[in-house]
């Protein structure tokens, strides 16, 4: 988390040894399971978004820094443009993350989850289609975590902390209309039952979510998603 540079607005932590003896494993789409093997020797990696540049951090026991990457710290590797990159080691040699606040919506999150994502509620983010439309919701938040638990199912949550009650009120309404617009557009039963599986709930001032797959319909939703 130290090697954070100041400006990151997302960053996602990917326990890639714990995925790799999942069940979820065999059923991830390519482009899923090429992020998972992208990084030979990786126990783990960090993805820091700042709106313009991505920053990947892999953690593990490199013999010699992995191809694409180079070695910044003990058991530490990172890998993005050359800007990002020494902002991340001038960081890291502070000792402390230049995200503070995202770091502590991680620290409650990330613990004991395979997947977790913490957004700013200004992280402008590169996605299209479907995740544009749930993208754009986050302007209502602080800030958004989301993180997945891996077993026999795979549980999805995610918790939006939004200024006041009003605006959980308005994103919680925006949300169930958006999960009954894309329920109703998908043409694919599968699909539609992964919709219509979406539990949304609101306390106070914060949102949450939550849905429960199988491995297979997990990657199914995650196929969705290839760019």
Not at 102 to 120: D, E, K, Q
Not at 205 to 223: D, G, I, M, R, Y
């Amino acid at each position: 988390m130290a090697a954070i540079p100041a400006g990151t607005t997302a960053i996602a932590g990917i326990d890639v040894a714990t995925l790799q003896r999942s069940p979820l494993s065999a059923a991830l789409p390519p482009y899923a399971r090429s992020l998972l093997n992208a990084v030979p020797g990786a126990s783990s990696l960090l993805l820091a978004w700042n709106g313009r540049d991505l920053l990947t951090l892999a953690k593990g026991d490199f013999a010699a820094a992995p191809s694409g990457f180079a070695i910044i710290g003990p058991h530490l590797a990172v890998s993005g443009p050359a800007e990002i990159v020494r902002a991340s080691r001038a960081q890291l040699t502070t000792g402390r993350s230049g995200a503070p606040d995202l770091l502590g919506a991680a620290s409650v999150a990330a613990p004991g989850h395979a997947i977790w994502i913490v957004t700013a509620g200004d992280a402008q983010l590169p996605f299209s289609g479907n995740l544009a439309m749930l993208a754009r919701l986050l302007r209502y938040t602080r800030y958004t975590t989301a993180t997945v638990q891996v077993g026999q199912s795979v549980t999805l949550d995610t918790a939006a902390d939004c200024a006041s009650p009003a605006s959980a009120r308005e994103l919680e309404e925006k949300l169930r209309a958006l999960v009954s617009l894309l329920s109703a557009m998908s043409r694919r039963p599968d699909l539609q039952t992964v919709w219509n599986s979406v539990s949304i709930g609101r306390h106070e001032n914060t949102v949450v979510t939550h849905l429960a797959l199988s491995p297979e319909s997990f990657a199914k939703a995650l196929a969705l998603l290839a760019p």
